[in-house]
T-cell receptor, first 110, second 113 residues
């Protein structure tokens, strides 16, 4: 599975959009981009995934560049409860496991 | 409500004792997973099971054992052979067709004294 690079930490003002970047320059054609988040001392929570088209659900939007070498997770109106570590992963459909890196610590400030 | 239950949330054991962590799911998921998380680190896969009576080692299986006798249950035993067992343990499950959308339990924090 391809390796991802994320900034270790980011801050965002409450009510503003949080844009979390992820680089995955070695992604292959059959690999999906997945995002999970983990609030302190809880189990991770699935957020969204995509292959090449932009995706949106009730939690977030995922924007994948045309060359698929990077993506951005967007939380449109961040709240204090969105403070968490956000993990970006790239996985093939046949992958047997999730591969968690260090993620990005997002802190939403009041 | 459907979900994954892990018990207990906090567990203390003396060094040299085996301990079994419980994981139960009522989501009718086929695949189940055990992960370990150390402070400030990402999750690492210990064992996973795709179907009943079958399981495979993950990246850090040494010192651990599992069983999958029922679809809804996937207990993890931390044996005395595990050199550094103090950690946060997370169980997860997924539907057979959902690829990598895993649902996680609340976790068990194990401290070995």
């Amino acid at each position: 599975d391809a390796k991802t690079t994320q900034p270790p930490s980011m801050d965002c003002a409450e009510g503003r959009a949080a844009n979390l970047p992820c680089n995955h320059s070695t992604i292959s054609g059959n690999e999906y981009v997945y995002w999970y988040r983990q609030i302190h001392s809880q189990g991770p929570q699935y957020i969204i995934h995509g292959l090449k088209n932009n995706e949106t659900n009730e939690m977030a939007s995922l924007i994948i560049t045309e060359d698929r070498k990077s993506s951005t997770l967007i939380l449109p109106h961040a709240t204090l409860r969105d403070t968490a570590v956000y993990y970006c992963m790239v996985l093939s459909g046949s992958a047997r496991q999730l591969t968690f890196g260090s993620g990005t610590q997002l802190t939403v400030l009041p | 409500d459907g979900g994954i239950t892990q018990s207990p949330k906090y567990l203390f054991r003396k060094e040299g004792q085996n301990v079994t962590l419980s994981c139960e799911q009522n989501l009718n998921h086929d695949a189940m997973y055990w992960y370990r998380q150390d402070p400030g680190q990402g999750l690492r896969l210990i064992y996973y099971s795709q179907i009943v009576n079958d399981f495979q080692k993950g990246d850090i299986a040494e010192g651990y054992s599992v069983s999958r006798e029922k679809k809804e249950s996937f207990p993890l035993t931390v044996t005395s052979a595990q050199k550094n067992p103090t950690a946060f343990y997370l169980c997860a499950s997924r539907e057979a067709t959902s690829y990598n959308e895993q649902f996680f339990g609340p976790g068990t924090r194990l401290t070995v004294l």
